[in-house]
């Protein structure tokens, strides 16, 4: 299979990405023409800003996986934050104060997961997952009284608008996401940190003799993953009235690190941008969209969800193969 | 005599590149063939073939006579072909004798049954490794070793040595090449790559040159010398200009400023109380055996390593005292430190050759403006390429597509671009061809006459002899004896070094 794809001559230069671009496209043109509501212009904005939140917080996974961590404590630090938040408005708190407390709260956290990764040096799986334990457990029994759902108090202010509500016909949802992409991309491709963050994903050894401050970077990308949490947080509950904590035990961090790995970043670190998570979650959009409409039960869903992400990998590894060759080059 | 492996006429493409083209070679039986080349010659390429690493794209491989083509490695072993490969293959996370026994175990697998019994197979091979030593213990040498020894288990017939002296030691070597000879009276073939000349010269019975990919000369060793091989190897005589012959001496740069010096330097069991000076303006040679402490010395002064708490010693950078934690501080003052192990350590391989020159410019915070510049950054790597002859498509391949040669250039790049006052190169032409060997030479005596503090750490005697003006012997951790450019010889040195 691997001789036919490659005797296929334009084909040798496609790689996840574009695949799962490729995918995406033909996926949207079976959807369009098997389903008969699929191509209004009302579900495909639907599409997009049902995979929003799902985009911000990949965003929040790329920063740290291009830096060869992953952080498993995203969505337990968005919903405490962001429930924590709510629950001080609703107190009586001032809007901007309430959320500056959420803010800090997320960016606090993930500064102790930095520092636990960076200098005390636990790898990230188990401080992230660690840390998930704790800011879920903590928020739990200290921070939010009450049922697991704190709803959105009516005085919110302006802050409703990030989540519902459309500027120029878009729903602000995707603006936001589009929004953190920007600057993603422009920290992680104008900046030095941003340009940091690849070279010690690449090779730590390497950026630390470079003379590379390389423990601060770490920290700084953990924190950046926070801050994204808290703007996603913001967004979900806006969108949806409230914030229910208990999302921090659905799999919906498996779905961020789905969308990360699908558009084809290296979990090796080093390798990917803001597009390859694009791509990823617009995947993962048509694909919820699609069988929705065509009512398929969730259990298949994610039976046809992870069957893609294994074909986009199986294809990526034929088409660019990590063998002696590629990891031996210099010396043929 | 049929030959035991043979290759007919055989071209190798990568991605349509060639790498061999419309190559012929063959092995008898029981002999020591050289296969010498520059890096990206196709030597490695040639014998992967045999190795079952890589297919044939046009041409054949017969073994005993009968056409084969290997998938795997497992079946050229299974045929009796075995290779040792430049980047060592062993499982770090087991054991000398589990590595040995590899795919070999019995089912009830008897710790120490392998154990006596590797330790008695390694001793009749003369190998001074514990079988009961994890390999990731090991330093580079003997984990070359068990690779040997491996090879030489499997009982193959055909063994390819890739590079097989870089790591070893005088006393190492010498053991080495009385096995090789073993082998061979026990009708083993051997292929036998190798930079160093002298010992393809000493040990093999004809000699296979490629340039470009294409065969150029096999004949019997008696008809070479050192010369004659250089010659077909590059299509030049440069043996002369590269090691400077006995007799034409140049004169000693003189001292400089004095830019750093050591006092009572320790670490671990690896630096032992060490004491010398730097002096900017020449270049200062250090000369040991492997595992003498250069390196780390080396590391402890650029910050990669700390040294000891309590008795740690002094390091004074222009009479201040400094002491490291990390190399950013280094970075800083002007040490940079040109490592050994360039893959490893070196460069980022997932970047461009621009972006990798560009990022250590960065991490010394030398560039202009707050942000990054791309326009920056490629007139940085135009600079740097061009001066230092880096030969590549363009500045946006990446380092790794590279020859050996070319890497090493981006990687001093990489250092020359954070202006160090003091830059130290540990075996700046490991692995480096004859050709780019001189151009290196060439850079870093024209850093030292340009000023700066230059230190080439190298376990080549005639590079050391060569290059500087003043030679340091370390031997077992500390720095032993001083030799001046005019009364140093190949002798005195080595006395120096082992006793």
Redesign the interface.
């Known amino acids: 299979m691997g001789n036919l794809i490659k005797s296929l001559g334009a084909v ?1 230069y496609l790689n996840q990405e574009k695949i799962v671009f490729l995918l995406t496209v033909m996926l949207f043109a079976v959807f369009s023409l098997i389903l008969p509501n699929f191509l209004a212009a009302n579900n495909i904005l639907s599409l997009i800003r049902s995979v929003a939140v799902l985009g911000i917080l990949g965003l929040g996974m790329l920063i740290v996986v291009l830096g060869r961590g992953i952080d498993l404590s995203l969505v337990a630090n968005m919903a405490i934050s962001v429930a924590w938040s709510l629950q001080l408005v609703s107190g009586g708190m001032s809007v901007a104060s309430a959320m500056t407390v959420g803010l800090l709260f997320a960016l606090g956290m993930s500064l102790i997961t930095g520092l636990l990764i960076a200098y005390a040096e636990i790898p990230s799986l188990f401080a992230t997952l660690a840390m998930a334990t704790f800011v879920y457990g903590f928020g739990r029994a200290h921070l939010i009284t009450g049922t697991d759902v704190v709803y959105l108090p009516s005085d919110i202010g302006w802050i409703i608008h990030l989540g519902q509500g459309t500027l120029l016909g878009i729903p602000t949802p995707i603006l936001v996401a589009g929004a953190v992409a920007l600057i993603a991309y422009l920290f992680l ?4 940190p ?3 963050i ?2 010690i994903g ?2 730590f ?10 423990r601060p970077m770490l920290v700084v990308q953990y924190v950046i993953a926070g801050g994204i949490a808290f703007i996603a947080g913001i967004v979900t509950a806006t969108s949806a009235q409230a914030m229910n904590t208990r999302v921090v035990n659905s799999n919906m961090i498996y779905d961020v690190i789905l969308v990360v790995v699908l558009g084809g970043v290296g979990l090796s670190g ?2 990917g941008n803001v597009r390859n998570v694009i791509v990823g979650t617009l995947l993962i959009g048509v694909l919820m969209n699609g069988m929705t409409i065509m009512d398929l039960q969730y259990t298949v869903q994610n039976v046809v969800k992870s069957l893609i992400l294994l074909v986009a990998i199986v294809a990526d590894s034929i088409l660019n193969p990590r063998d ?2 590629t990891g ?5 | 005599m049929q030959p035991i492996v043979e290759l007919k006429n055989v071209t190798k493409e990568f991605y349509g590149v060639p790498a061999l083209r419309d190559v012929s070679f063959d092995l008898a039986p029981g002999e020591v063939h050289a296969l010498l080349g520059e890096n990206g010659a196709g030597k490695s390429t040639l014998t992967k073939i045999m190795a079952g690493v890589h297919e044939v794209t046009t041409g054949e491989l017969l073994v005993d006579g009968k056409v084969e083509s290997f998938k795997t490695p497992a079946e050229a072993l299974q045929k009796g072909i075995a290779m040792v490969f430049q980047e060592t293959s062993l499982v770090p996370s087991l054991t000398v004798a589990q590595n040995l026994y590899l795919g070999n175990e019995k089912f009830l697998n008897r710790l120490r049954g392998i154990y006596i019994s590797a330790q008695q197979f390694l001793q009749s091979l003369n190998f001074g490794v514990d079988p009961t030593m994890f390999v990731s213990q090991l330093g580079a040498a003997q984990k070359q070793m068990v690779e040997i020894a491996r090879a030489v288990h499997h009982k193959a017939k055909v063994i390819i040595f890739d590079e097989p002296t870089a790591t070893l030691t005088p006393e190492e070597k010498h053991h080495f090449f009385s096995l090789i000879r073993r082998l061979k009276s026990d009708g083993v073939s051997i292929i036998f790559i190798s930079h160093a000349l002298e010992e393809a010269l000493a040990i093999s019975d004809r000699i296979t040159i490629l340039r470009d990919g294409q065969h150029v000369i096999t004949d019997d060793v008696k008809k070479f010398d050192r010369d004659k091989i250089i010659n077909a190897m590059v299509g030049r005589t440069l043996s002369g200009e590269l090691y400077g012959k006995a007799g034409d001496k140049r004169a000693p740069r003189p001292y400089g400023q004095k830019i750093l010096s050591v006092q009572n330097l320790s670490m671990g069991k690896m630096v032992r109380n060490t004491s010398f000076s730097i002096y900017s303006g020449q270049i200062t040679g250090i000369f040991g055996l492997i595992g003498s402490g250069r390196t780390e010395t080396a590391k402890i002064i650029s910050g990669v390593v700390k040294r000891d708490f309590f008795h740690g010693g002094e390091v004074k950078l222009e009479g201040r005292s400094v002491r490291y934690r990390v190399p950013r501080k280094a970075v800083k003052d002007g040490i940079v430190y040109v490592t050994e192990d360039r893959k490893l350590e070196g460069f980022f391989e997932t970047k461009s050759i621009a972006e990798n020159i560009y990022l250590n410019l960065l991490a010394a915070d030398l560039n202009k403006g707050l942000t990054v510049s791309y326009s920056e950054m490629m007139e940085l790597a135009r600079h740097w390429t061009e001066k230092l002859n880096v030969r590549a498509i363009n500045n946006s391949a990446r380092v790794v597509e590279l020859s050996g040669g070319n890497q090493q250039k981006v990687v001093i790049a990489r250092s020359l671009v954070q202006r160090p006052k003091l830059i130290i190169f540990d075996e700046p032409t490991r692995g480096v061809d004859v050709g780019a060997i001189a151009e290196l030479h060439h850079v870093i005596n024209q850093l030292a006459d340009s000023g700066l503090a230059v230190v080439v750490i190298s376990s080549y005697l005639p590079e050391v002899l060569n290059l500087a003006d003043r030679i340091l012997v370390s031997r077992q951790g500390r720095v032993v004896e001083e030799f001046s450019m005019e009364d140093a010889t190949e002798e005195k040195i080595m006395y120096a070094a082992v006793h």
């Open positions: 040798r491709r104008f900046t030095k941003g340009r940091f690849y070279a690449d090779n050894v390497t950026a630390r003799t470079g003379g590379m401050p390389v080093g390798r002696e060759q031996q080059q210099g010396d043929i």
